[in-house]
């Protein structure tokens, strides 16, 4: 499967944005997806991650209660809704996908087999 990010852009502190995954070549309904962050100077983190039938979600929790992850498997997309957005949000944002079950290692990158190329999103003060 071939992930793509897209929907960043630079945000006033407090705004909002909305981030897409679109999946191409295979069908994500079988995949369990997550959405992952670098920001300058720092290693990768975990931001989401939603099962396969989107029932079940987790969240890093410097962004809990802000962000909501949402897939629409018809559409073949992932969505990352960011809400009360922060300057320590700035970072380039990537979305990935694995065939693996929900518990198996869902914050840990190298638990994720496929990655979109990410998209920036800068949070202003």
């Known amino acids: 499967v071939q992930l793509q990010a897209f929907g960043g852009g630079l945000v006033q502190a407090g705004g909002s944005l909305r981030l897409s995954c679109a999946a191409s070549?295979?069908?994500?309904?079988?995949?369990?997806m997550g959405w992952f962050r670098q920001a300058p100077g720092k290693e990768r983190e975990f931001v989401a991650a939603?099962?396969?039938?989107?029932?079940?979600?987790n969240y890093a929790d410097s962004v809990k209660g802000r962000f909501t992850v949402s897939r629409d498997n018809a559409k073949n997309t992932m969505f990352l809704q960011m809400n009360s957005l922060k300057p320590e949000d700035t970072a380039v944002y990537y979305c990935a996908a694995d065939l693996r079950g929900w518990g198996a290692f869902l914050r840990m990158e190298n638990y994720y087999d496929y990655w979109g190329q990410g998209t920036l999103v800068t949070v202003s003060s």
């Open positions: 070549g295979r069908t994500i309904n079988n995949y369990r």
């Open positions: 939603i099962s396969r039938s989107g029932g079940s979600t």
